[in-house]
Nanobody, 124 residues
């Protein structure tokens, strides 16, 4: 089992920044990928970014490329999502997730463990 706890969400104006954190505990040695997803009201859960837990390679969805940065601190078992130049369309509940798999990183079903989510609201 892996437990994930997100923090750092809030209300910010267009163009502002937020940093989300995801603290992992439990059997993190079985984790290969750590991802961030988001879900807006009435929409499906959407892939945002992913990082290889050991190697550090990253992938982003096109709409956040160049604005968001995913990073990790293995000593703290924590993954971060630095969000810059925020837009109203970034408003959603953001979830972190852990996967033991090496593929399908953009598919929510590939992740075994999820946090409770943190709300991010960007006002225009």
């Amino acid at each position: 089992q892996v437990q994930l706890v997100e923090s750092g969400g809030g209300l910010v104006q267009t163009g502002g920044s937020l940093r989300l954190s995801c603290a992992a505990s439990g059997r993190t040695d079985s984790t290969y990928l750590m991802g961030w997803f988001r879900q807006a009201p009435g929409k499906e859960r959407q892939f945002v970014a992913v990082i290889n837990w050991s190697g550090g390679s990253t992938q982003y969805t096109d709409s956040v490329q160049g604005r968001f940065i995913i990073s990790k601190d293995n000593a703290k078992n924590t993954v971060y999502l630095q969000m810059n130049s925020l837009k109203p369309e970034d408003t959603a509940v953001y979830y972190c997730a852990a996967s033991p798999r090496r593929a399908l990183f953009a598919i929510p079903g590939a992740y075994d463990y999820w946090g409770q989510g943190t709300q991010v609201t960007v006002s225009s």
